[in-house]
């Protein structure tokens, strides 16, 4: 399956936890009851305006208020007009204009109250939301720095007890050849300590947002090869067989040239890490029909399931232990590349089979 990662992020890294509501339940919206109680009162004015203008209509009948009214209209009138009607129809006209009058500021105040009442769901969905995320993220965070912990404490330990070994001449028979493996178990170590060390600085940077670009022309094909020398050792270990299919006649692609290093580098880390004994690594880059330029790493590795794999591009996200937890590192590769491609306007796919191997392709926009 085929997952294609945006151009622009969608929130932390590009990506937003799904929540799920029955998880979160809804609070109720204080809105809600301004409402309430506006209608509520708005019904006991209505009443109270009623009555007020019933009893004006009595006081007025029995203290005769009306007779001027029915004075001049029988002098301009051929008809007499009854005192009772006439009093009628001045109260239904002052009802009117009053019940009017009020409706319209009821229904105003009604409205606005509605679309505020609105406003705050959404905001108390959002912070509901943005809860759930962080508590997400600070969960993730204590994982990961669990994972960092036993990391960091690995290597750390094999270089102090190798080196305690050399310093109290404990090597099996004292041969040149036993301190030249013992160096080497803690060049090995010092490797992978330095790889998690700039892993967490990269990202605490990236988080920091002091991550500068500086785009240029890069030749795609030089950067490769940079980073195939630096991790030839691990592929001869494993016994890789390495393709490269960079034609060199379209090998420039415009990127931050210590930022795409660092990008192919964790691609092919990751793609030795996870591969098979005796399997396959192949480099692709070439410009598309579109005129975004691609640069693809495959495997032939254990591959991950669909669902691992937009955790895959989270920080702090470990997957599965029983196919990670071999490996040294704390997880943090594909973020970084990620996060990165985020930054030069482009885009990360990746495809991933378990059992077959993962296909990671990062494509740059098509230079203006």
């Not at 151009?7 to 809600?32: A, K, M």
């Not at 001449?169 to 300590?193: F, N, T």
Request: net charge negative; glycine share 8%.
């Amino acid at each position: 399956m085929l997952i294609r990662l945006p151009r622009r992020p969608t929130g932390p890294f590009g990506t937003s936890p799904q929540v799920d509501p029955s998880e979160h339940p809804s609070r109720p919206v204080p809105g809600s009851t301004v409402v309430h109680r506006t209608r509520m009162w708005a019904r006991v004015e209505v009443l109270l305006l009623s009555v007020a203008a019933l009893l004006a209509f009595l006081i007025g009948v029995d203290l005769d208020i009306f007779e001027v009214l029915i004075d001049f209209t029988r002098k301009h009138e051929d008809y007499e007009i009854d005192e009772f009607i006439t009093a009628a129809i001045v109260l239904g006209f002052f009802l009117s204009i009053v019940f009017v009058t009020r409706s319209i500021q009821l229904s105003r105040l009604l409205r606005t109250l509605q679309r505020a009442q609105g406003d705050l769901a959404d905001a108390l969905a959002l912070s509901d939301s943005l809860r759930a995320e962080a508590e997400m993220a600070n969960q993730a965070k204590t994982n990961f720095l669990a994972a960092t912990s036993h990391e960091l404490r690995t290597p750390l330990t094999a270089i102090l007890g190798f080196s305690d070994m050399m310093r109290e001449r404990q090597v099996p028979g004292g041969r040149v050849d036993g301190y030249v493996e013992y160096a080497g178990y803690i060049h090995r170590s010092g490797a992978d300590l330095l790889a998690i060390l700039e892993d967490l600085l990269d990202i605490a940077k990236i988080e920091a947002g002091r991550t500068e670009l500086h785009p240029a022309r890069v030749d795609v094909a030089e950067v490769v090869a940079h980073c195939l020398r630096n991790v030839s050792s691990g592929a001869a270990r494993k016994g890789l067989r390495t393709a490269v299919q960079i034609a060199r006649t379209d090998a420039l692609v415009t990127a931050d040239t210590a930022a795409l290093q660092r990008m192919i580098t964790n691609l092919v880390t990751n793609a030795i890490k996870y591969n098979r004994p005796g399997g396959d690594l192949t480099i692709r880059g070439g410009t598309q029909g579109n005129g975004d330029y691609a640069i693809q790493v495959a495997d032939t590795g254990v591959g991950m399931p669909d669902k691992d794999i937009p955790r895959a591009l989270l920080p702090y996200e470990r997957l599965d232990a029983a196919r990670t937890s071999a490996e040294p590192g704390v997880g943090l590769g594909l973020a970084i590349v990620h996060t990165l491609m985020l930054a030069h306007g482009g885009s990360v796919e990746v495809d991933s089979t378990v059992g077959e191997g993962t296909t990671v392709t990062l494509r740059f926009p098509a230079a203006s």
